[in-house]
């Protein structure tokens, strides 16, 4: 890499020359200004962000410690927010990868302190509770799709409760009064949220909820996860009064539902309307017909974490924020029949 030495040469010039003009002092004639800057391009010379940093004219960094969102698509989203709120402010992001790893997690730290970030985002795949052992006392940690028990950094969620709670109140309003609910992993944050407002919109429409009808959608099976859907699905459709409509824990889940039911010699929506979760794009877009849904809504929450991670005022007031997805109807829902 060149030097400040090697661009001061070839301008034939000083290095304090150089130095002033990277700095942008005046009192250098803009015919040497000229010459410093032609040779910078012609050695492909960029000042050290460091070196910069001590002058006090850092571009700003933003640093952003995932899991594996890089490679997740459906995840992919709230880096897009981020990159987006960061380069509307000139802001510079960089990002790093913990794979799971606390260790990991610790290195990216201290190797970003060391950039001068101006705040660190840690964004997860999924909605989940974490543990931060590091103290953030000088550079803030904004947290994003995850959340500690204990709330001590600016905290970004989506909102499962609502996103439930609106898909289900869409269906009653289309007449279904018998909704089944194939959930994710009970153990999962977002499940109880969402089963709540499930439960919650029959409520408001002052209908019962048929706890049976509730039944864990996945099982741990590395090789299908869905594997005992065939066997939940037969036993909730054989009922004596057998649901109109199925929502399903994520879009992955709807789209093997869609292939079982028919199976089983339902028409979708003409007797049976599904909807899924996530707006998992590839998915809901493609399926015949196409999957009414609820949106992750990552981008959004991407941007505002970025907004506050450059907005030091923002920074002081420490809260979680909940972010509601879109309710996307589409072609897979419709009036109950029999």
């Known amino acids: 890499m060149s030097s400040i030495k090697d661009v001061a040469e070839k301008a034939n010039v000083s290095v ?37 940093a001590l002058r006090g004219l850092e571009k700003g960094v933003v640093c952003l410690i995932t899991e594996n969102l890089t490679t997740t698509p459906d995840s992919f989203d709230i880096i897009a927010g981020i ?26 730290v201290d190797d ?38 204990v709330l001590r950094h600016p905290t970004i969620l989506p909102d499962d409760y609502l996103g439930a709670f ?9 007449g279904h009064k018998n909704i089944a609910y194939l959930t994710l992993f009970n153990d999962m944050s977002a499940t109880p949220l ?5 439960k919650d919109a029959h409520r408001n429409a002052g209908l019962t909820v048929d706890d049976a009808l509730i039944r864990e959608g996945v099982c741990i099976n590395k090789d299908d996860e869905f594997a005992e859907l065939p066997g939940v699905l037969k036993d909730i459709m054989s009922r004596l009064e057998r ?12 789209m093997r539902v869609f292939m079982l039911i028919r199976q089983m ?34 981008f959004d929450m991407g ?36």
């Open 194 to 198: 969402r089963v709540k407002g499930f």
């Open 265 to 298: 010699g339902y028409k979708i929506p003409e007797t049976i309307s599904i909807v899924g979760y996530d707006n998992y794009k590839l998915i809901a877009e493609n399926l015949l017909p196409k999957l009414t849904t609820v949106s992750l809504p990552y």
């Open 243 to 254: 649901p109109t409509a199925i929502c399903c824990g994520n879009d992955k889940m709807a």
């Open 166 to 174: 609106k898909l289900t109140e869409q269906l009653i309003n289309n």
């Open 83 to 108: 990159q987006h709120e960061c380069e509307k402010h000139g802001k510079l992001l960089m990002i790093g990868e913990t794979g799971g790893s606390a260790k990991s997690f610790s290195r990216l």
């Open 112 to 149: 970003f302190r060391r950039q001068r970030a101006e705040a660190i985002i840690f964004a997860t795949v999924s909605h989940k509770e974490v543990k931060i052992k590091e103290s953030f006392n000088k550079c803030p940690l904004i947290l994003v799709n995850c959340y500690e028990k």
């Open 16 to 52: 304090k020359t150089v130095s002033r003009v990277l700095g942008g002092f005046e009192g250098v004639s803009e015919k040497t200004r000229l010459k410093v800057t032609k040779a910078m391009e012609e050695l492909e010379f960029y000042p050290s962000a460091a070196a910069q």
């Open 303 to 338: 941007q505002t974490a970025a907004n506050i991670a450059i907005n030091k005022e923002l920074q002081s007031n420490i809260k979680t924020l909940e972010i509601s997805g879109q309710l996307l109807l589409r072609d897979s829902h419709g009036s109950a029949r029999r």
